[in-house]
């Protein structure tokens, strides 16, 4: 059946007393594009209360965790509602695929969708049918990002206007609240569907039969397949009371007594599509292959430093060259900023570390000590110390400000490749051809009252990547590592516990550099299978892919005011990447 000239309902998934609900195509995309198709009785819906009600939609579908409404319109004596088709798994296949959801789960579940359900209430929207086929995982872990509310079709306005005689019954009856049932929907008959659902999840027992008729009570406790915190009982109980007196009565009031912080749903993010901006010449026959990259803390200036035993400078508002820096007598493989932006520490394959005062591009000191290449630098948060990995498997901690070696850390079984501080400065990550990650811990070099006590202690080692670990990096919150391997995978590990969170497939040679962008929502990797990849962290997707160099890219930077991305290649060029808005 065809409606609207455009729109080809394939499948009825979904029927009500007043709504049906098809999935369908829109035949007027090329190649046609997936849709959710709401056909509304009349009634149920004035043309009015419909333009209401589509207006509300239209506000509200802008932002994450809810679905695009697409297109509205009125035809043969219904009105119709076209959504966005969310690819992914509902709620209630997934407990039938996984079994029953732990206590972990259940807590997570309510993080992510109170917010959302506090956000439809803002706007005067009770969504009248939660219940798991309506909350679908697009994929990964339950997070914000993955989990999607559907079915707009149901949802009720409330209006100064509202006809409170003539309220037709929507959602379903085994989720449905008392009140709700009798056509007198609140608020929080949205909370009553939210707490059936999570018992449902914990028992996989049909909601019908948690229900002690005979008592006029929930029995859902006497089914759970494990035992769950008292704090989570009660708050269950409470979203559950048949007396709407006895209920939580607002999103907020559940938010509060959980302890979260408020979030609503973000602004969705648009397709964006990358492109390079500009490829730096400078004096470009003396460019030679880029190894090292690092931008300025007040995002002005680009560092590069290459096979041609020099770093330079590069104003990256005017992309013109600013100075070489000249010094090493071996390619330079490592460049950093000190966190105030008035150093530049640079390493090199001459076994050396100089430190250079950015104002007058001269040289402070030389830093010996390494009997191998030294592949990574960096500076801790602080600026006070200087970390150092090398290929002769240690790690040396310089005071930056004397000079001085203050400890050399041993462990690893081969050459180190790279070192990263976490944010918090306490603790510094390195990668190894040993194939691990080992996480040091710092404490007695950031804690004042343990200055004259300098030392290090080993808080763990990772396993998992099958080759050579060649890039580290921590999210801006500290509770995140990624690693990138010979193995050409990226590994997110959980800090806390050095858990392993998930491995990201898709570069097709080996992963040689990592970063965040400052805001932590995205991890770029950079590969010898000269691309670029953009992932994003809360789902693990791969977003984007650029291409563009014609060699290796060794190197990458993000500016952490425009959150632009530089690149530096084997093929001798600087790339510097940044987004455009595309169309959905």
């Not at 007598?329 to 100089?354: C, E, H, R, Y």
């Not at 997707?541 to 650029?546: G, V």
């Not at 060699?551 to 425009?562: G, K, Q, R």
Request: proline share 4%.
């Amino acid at each position: 059946m065809l409606i609207h000239k455009r729109y080809r309902l394939q499948k009825l998934i979904g029927k009500g007393g007043f709504c049906q609900t098809f999935l369908a195509v829109d035949e007027s995309q090329n190649p046609p594009v997936k849709c959710i198709v709401q056909q509304l009785s009349s009634q149920c819906q004035t043309p009015e209360s419909f333009t209401e009600k589509v207006q509300k939609l239209q506000i509200i579908s802008q932002y994450s965790q809810i679905p695009d409404l697409i297109d509205h319109f009125s035809e043969s004596s219904y009105f119709y509602l076209v959504q966005e088709f969310i690819p992914g798994t509902n709620l209630a296949n997934l407990i039938e695929q996984q079994g029953t959801f732990t206590e972990v789960q259940i807590w997570q579940l309510l993080k992510c969708l109170l917010p959302v359900i506090k956000f439809f209430h803002d706007y005067q929207i009770i969504h009248q049918d939660i219940k798991p086929e309506n909350i679908i995982l697009k994929s990964g872990d339950l997070c914000a990002e993955s989990l999607i509310l559907v079915d707009l079709g149901s949802a009720k306005i409330i209006s100064e206007h509202e006809n409170l005689t003539n309220n037709p019954i929507f959602g379903s009856p085994e989720y449905t609240a008392p009140e709700q049932a009798q056509g007198k929907a609140v608020f929080a008959s949205d909370l009553y569907s939210l707490g059936v659902t999570c018992i449902y999840l914990l028992t996989q027992i049909p909601p019908f039969d948690l229900f002690d008729i005979a008592n006029n009570t929930w029995a859902w406790r006497e089914y759970l397949h494990t035992e769950i915190s008292e704090t989570l009982t009660n708050i269950l109980d409470k979203l559950i009371q048949n007396d709407l007196a006895q209920r939580f009565q607002t999103a907020d009031e559940v938010i509060k007594f959980m302890g979260m912080k408020i979030q609503n749903p973000k602004p969705k993010i648009q397709n964006l599509q990358w492109e390079c901006l500009h490829t730096f010449t400078g004096n470009i026959s003396s460019l030679n292959s880029i190894n090292t990259l690092a931008i300025s803390p007040d995002g002005q200036t680009l560092a590069s430093g290459d096979d041609n035993k020099t770093i330079k400078l590069w104003d990256l508002k005017t992309q013109q060259l600013l100075a070489d820096i000249v010094g090493h007598n071996q390619p330079v493989t490592s460049v950093a900023f000190s966190p105030d932006g008035q150093i530049l520490a640079s390493a090199s394959d001459d076994k050396t570390i100089k430190l250079w005062q950015i104002s007058s591009l001269k040289e402070i000191c030389t830093l010996t000590g390494h009997n191998h290449f030294i592949k990574s630098l960096a500076f801790s948060p602080d600026g006070q110390l200087l970390a150092s990995g090398s290929w002769d498997k240690t790690i040396k901690i310089w005071d930056v400000k004397t000079g001085q070696e203050i400890s050399t850390l041993t462990g690893h079984q081969l050459k180190i490749h790279a070192i990263a501080f976490s944010p918090q400065g306490n603790i510094l990550a390195s990668g190894s051809s040993d194939r691990t990650i080992r996480l040091w811990s710092l404490q007695n070099f950031t804690n004042p009252e343990l200055k004259n006590h300098p030392g290090h202690k080993l808080l763990g080692t990772l396993a998992g990547h099958t080759w050579a670990v060649l890039a580290v990096a921590f999210s801006p919150d500290g509770q995140i590592l990624a690693t990138g391997s010979d193995d050409n995978t990226i590994k997110l590990w959980e800090v806390n516990t050095g858990q392993l969170i998930s491995t990201l497939v898709g570069h097709s040679w080996s992963v040689v550099a990592l970063a965040f962008t400052p805001d932590g929502e995205t991890l770029i990797s950079a590969s010898w299978d000269q691309t670029i990849k953009l992932w994003r962290v809360s789902t693990k997707a791969e977003i984007a892919t650029l291409c563009g160099h014609g060699d290796s890219v060794n190197t990458i930077a993000v500016n952490p005011v425009d959150q632009l991305i530089a690149s530096g290649s084997r093929d001798k060029t600087i790339k510097l990447w940044g987004s455009v808005i595309g169309d959905w």
